[in-house]
């Protein structure tokens, strides 16, 4: 199954490295729409349902964690599976990213293998079982 | 995308570094202004090696946008391995500059490539 992917980052080249780190995953991707902002993430959802989130934090307008604590308040999205993409570690934002509901977090830079685990671990799949006992895969 | 280890030992040049600049702030009781300046050839190189492209298809603003990214990448590590959990991080500005605006490179911490000058982070709290 091919999982179609909302990318949501404020930096186009940012987006345009996920996109390809998720092709060189191996990670089944259907149509990927992208976002540069929580606002227009949630404009664009409207008319493109998607599978999977992929949210930065720091980002203007409307930020990752204001985006997710949104799309929690949308019965549509309210199970949409959400992994934070950022370069912020902070146990503040990361407690507060958990509590609404994100199912995962990378740390930028990461590897294709890392973007691979982390969703194949999320979404389940034929390998699902053997990414959850290594150490590839989200943290959280 | 494309990793180099810099150094921070080489000849310090005096002319100017006639590039750019990407700022990110961090924030908490107080604020510090992380400042990285860039060689204009070095941050084209960056740019490529971050899009996998060659140096002469980038542009100007594929250049702002990935220097303000490697700006926001090194304030989000400072966060994570300074101690600094509790600081947060701002939106990363950049701006080319002109003869004008050029950093004292004594004021920063050169780092280099190749023996290079391949840049100057500068720390400063505000």
């Known amino acids: 199954m091919a999982y179609n992917i909302l990318i949501v980052d404020d930096s186009a080249s940012m987006r345009k490295i996920i996109r390809k780190t998720l092709s060189l995953s191996g990670f089944q991707v259907g149509a990927c729409v992208e976002a540069a902002n929580g606002k227009e993430a949630l404009e664009i959802l409207q008319q493109h349902p998607v599978d999977l989130v992929l949210s930065d934090i720091n980002m203007p307008e409307m930020n990752g964690v204001e985006f997710l604590w949104q799309l929690r308040q949308d019965p549509r999205w309210k199970q949409l599976p959400v992994v934070m993409i950022t370069t912020e570690t902070s146990e503040e934002i990361v407690k507060e990213a958990i509590e609404l509901g994100a199912r995962g977090y990378l740390r930028k830079p990461f590897r294709p293998e890392q973007i691979r685990s982390c969703l194949t671990e999320i979404m389940g799949g034929p390998d699902a079982e053997d990414l959850a006992r290594n150490d590839e895969g989200c943290d959280f | ?126």
């Not at chain 2, 006639?18 to 070095?42: M, P, T, W």
């Not at chain 2, 702002?64 to 966060?79: Q, W």
Request: hydrophobic share 45%; proline share 4%; glycine share 8%.
């Open chain 2, 1 to 126: 995308m494309f990793f180099t280890p810099v150094e921070f030992i080489g000849e310090l040049q005096q002319q100017p570094l006639c590039g750019c600049r990407s700022v990110i702030v961090l924030k908490n009781e107080k604020i510090y202004q992380a400042a990285f300046y860039f060689v204009d050839a070095h941050a084209r190189m960056i740019t490529a090696n971050f899009l996998g492209k060659m140096e002469d298809e980038v542009s100007s603003d594929e250049v702002m946008d990935t220097l303000k990214e490697v700006a926001n990448m090194i304030g989000g590590s400072f966060i994570y391995h300074g101690e600094m959990e509790d600081y947060k991080l701002g939106i990363p500005a950049f701006a080319w500059l002109d003869d004008q605006a050029q950093p004292n490179l004594q004021d920063g911490l050169p780092f280099f490539l190749d023996g290079d000058l391949f840049g100057l982070a500068v720390l400063t709290q505000g």
